[in-house]
């Protein structure tokens, strides 16, 4: 079984800044791609962005150039640095990793509100 324990969120005006954290444990040999998703209100889960163990990263086309996704494979964290936040990026946050099979875990989520 594999835990995610997301961190992080909270209550931001319009243009400031967060980072969100997940640490991941458990079974987790073959974890490849670790993500973080949002939920607004009435919304489907979006993914937010990607990240191979290897670095490589992905993108939803609204954050590019304000989001920054990160992983530190020796302390089993990924991280979202968030910047110039809006009120559209209210949502829950969650983080998901999933094994090069095809398993997904998810975290428990945490609360992104951004005031204007």
């Known amino acids: 079984q594999v835990q995610l324990v997301e961190s992080g969120g909270g209550l931001v005006q319009s243009g400031g800044s967060l980072r969100l954290s997940c640490v991941v444990s458990g079974n987790i040999f073959s974890i490849s791609v670790m993500g973080w998703y949002r939920q607004a209100p009435g919304k489907q889960r979006e993914l937010v962005a990607d990240?191979?163990?290897?670095?490589?990263?992905n993108y939803l086309d609204s954050v590019k150039g304000r989001f920054t996704i990160s992983r530190d494979n020796a302390r089993d964290t990924v991280y979202l640095q968030m910047n110039s936040l809006k009120p559209e990026d209210t949502a829950v946050y969650y983080c998901?990793?999933?094994?090069?099979?095809?398993?997904?875990?998810w975290g428990q989520g945490t609360q992104v509100t951004v005031s204007s």
């Open positions: 998901k990793a999933d094994r090069r099979n095809g398993n997904g875990y």
């Open positions: 990240i191979t163990r290897s670095g490589g990263t």
